[in-house]
């Protein structure tokens, strides 16, 4: 069976609407870093004391987007990438999430929302904040008048910018 550690206060939660997309039974194993991290015994399925880690029949996976590309690939064929330019693109999108919007987006969210008041920083905040606009507009540019990222539906690169747009002020 197929075990997923993380919990869906963490960047698991991605790696489990992935999972529930693909309509595969799998197992859930609450880890909630560091108590439960950085173990030996954890260490061992992920060395750097992270989650998510996917466990799929004895095949590790960790890292949440690499998780779900391969989700992608093996379980849920609708979503994954029907060609090598589609492939290219879900790739794209997906890489772009992680390194335009969510760095400065989780600044914002973790000093806005996560610590305790006494340990938020608003400078921090904010200039995670102030990083948003420009990759906003990129993504707005490429939905005008589409509904989706890659192709004519719904594939694991919209999944992945939406699991980082989550947590996006409303």
Sequence with gaps: ???LYGTVMSRAS???WMLEEAGVPFENVPT???ADTQ???FKRINPNGHVPVLDDEGLIVWESMAINLHLADRYAKAL???DA??????LQWTLWGVTEIEPGLIDAFVHRTMLPPAQRNAGVA???????PRPLAVLDQRLAGRSWLVGDRFTVADLNVASILFIAPL
């Design 85 to 90: 330019a589609e492939r290219a693109h879900v």
């Design 39 to 41: 173990t030996a015994e």
């Design 1 to 3: 069976m197929i075990k």
């Design 80 to 82: 994954a990438p029907r």
């Design 126 to 132: 904010d200039a995670g904040e102030a990083k948003l």
């Design 14 to 16: 991605r790696c489990l």
């Design 32 to 34: 909630s870093p560091p």
